[in-house]
Nanobody, 125 residues
């Protein structure tokens, strides 16, 4: 059974940084795209960033470009999201995801099959 477990969320002041981690188990995902999405209260889940199977290509939402960096360690079945210069509008629950079909860095929710339970990030003024 595939499980994704996120960690690293918390409360941080605007301008601060956090690093999220997502450990995958129940399979080997070195050939699969991985991604981060987020969902703020009352809003739909939205794409944040994705990375292809060999870390050659990454993609980001315009709202986080230049501030967030996605990376992965295939030996550890883990994907990371380094978040710098955080803003109050980054407040959300952050979810990692793995695609069964795609190796490329996809941006749509429908491309991803496995999801974690999420980790909460709160950015205060």
């Amino acid at each position: 059974q595939v499980q994704l477990v996120e960690s690293g969320g918390g409360l941080v002041q605007a301008g601060g940084s956090l690093r999220l981690s997502c450990a995958a188990s129940g399979g080997t995902f070195s050939s699969n795209a991985m991604a981060w999405f987020r969902q703020a209260p009352g809003k739909e889940r939205e794409f944040v960033g994705s990375i292809d199977w060999d870390s050659i290509r990454t993609r980001y939402a315009d709202s986080v470009k230049g501030r967030f960096t996605i990376s992965r360690d295939n030996a550890k079945n883990t994907v990371y999201l380094q978040m710098n210069t955080l803003k109050p509008e980054d407040t959300a629950r952050y979810y990692c995801a793995v695609s069964r079909l795609y190796a490329s860095a996809e941006t749509s929710l429908s491309a991803y099959d496995y999801w974690g339970q999420g980790t909460r990030v709160t950015v205060s003024l």
